[in-house]
Antibody, heavy 119, light 108 residues
Framework: QVQLVQSGAEVKNPGASVNVSCKASGYTFSSFGISWVRQAPGRGLEWLGWISPYNGNTKFARSLQGRLTLATDASTSTAYMELETLRSDDTALYYC????????????WGQGTLVTVSS | EIVMTQSPATLSVSPGERATLSCRASQSVASSVAWYQQRPGQAPRLLIYGASTRATGIPARFTGSGSGTQFTLTINSLQSEDFAVYYCQQYSDWPPVTFGGGTRVDIK
């Protein structure tokens, strides 16, 4: 079955960077995009960015542009997200999600990675 | 940026009854709307895409409708596992993809 498995929880100091991985299985990795979405505690969903594993094209939310880097490794069917210059309001559950080629909707989602930014 | 507004914020429904959730887009998004269910402590799950197409494995009691700026998710005969938060999302004009603020469906 299609599955996305994310790396474990992270605790970071303000100003640091965080890397989250998302390993895909059960489908042809290059045939679908990967998006990243976050959810602050008790809040709604915020789309962060999208990457095409096929050609490396990316799109980003304007609010994070410059701090967010997305990458993929086709040899391991893994997507990566790096967020730099962390602030306390970056504390959230970060999800990866497979993104359809015909429309930017998300199915399935990874289990989520909690990133806590605190001094 | 297209703003998605969901109403009501909270909906109290008795098991076995129908729930009707609304989502309004700030400009036309044609039929490029998806709906997600998020149970406590879980990742969101895709229910509906293309405004009205059920995702694989989604029960027939979930129905999506609408086009343009007004969309509805109807859940018939609510089951215990349906009490959750529901989000709409537009993907007509991106980036960015945008989500509504969510509707919590709880037990009356």
């Amino acid at each position: 079955q299609v599955q996305l498995v994310q790396s474990g929880a992270e605790v970071k100091n303000p100003g640091a960077s965080v890397n989250v991985s998302c390993k895909a299985s059960g489908y042809t990795f290059s045939s679908f995009g990967i998006s990243w979405v976050r959810q602050a505690p008790g809040r709604g969903l915020e789309w962060l960015g999208w990457i095409s594993p096929y050609n490396g094209n990316t799109k980003f939310a304007r609010s994070l542009q410059g701090r967010l880097t997305l990458a993929t490794d086709a040899s391991t069917s893994t997507a990566y997200m790096e967020l730099e210059t962390l602030r306390s309001d970056d504390t959230a559950l970060y999800y990866c999600a497979r993104t359809d080629i015909f429309g930017v909707y998300f199915d399935p989602w990874g289990q989520g990675t909690l990133v806590t930014v605190s001094s | 940026e297209i703003v998605m507004t969901q109403s009501p914020a909270t909906l109290s429904v008795s098991p076995g009854e129908r729930a009707t959730l609304s989502c309004r887009a700030s400009q036309s998004v044609a039929s490029s709307v998806a709906w997600y269910q998020q149970r406590p402590g879980q990742a969101p799950r895709l229910l509906i895409y293309g405004a009205s197409t059920r995702a694989t494995g989604i029960p027939a009691r979930f129905t999506g409708s609408g086009s343009g700026t007004q969309f509805t998710l109807t859940i018939n005969s609510l089951q215990s596992e349906d009490f959750a938060v529901y989000y709409c999302q537009q993907y007509s004009d991106w980036p960015p993809v945008t989500f509504g603020g969510g509707t919590r469906v709880d037990i009356k």
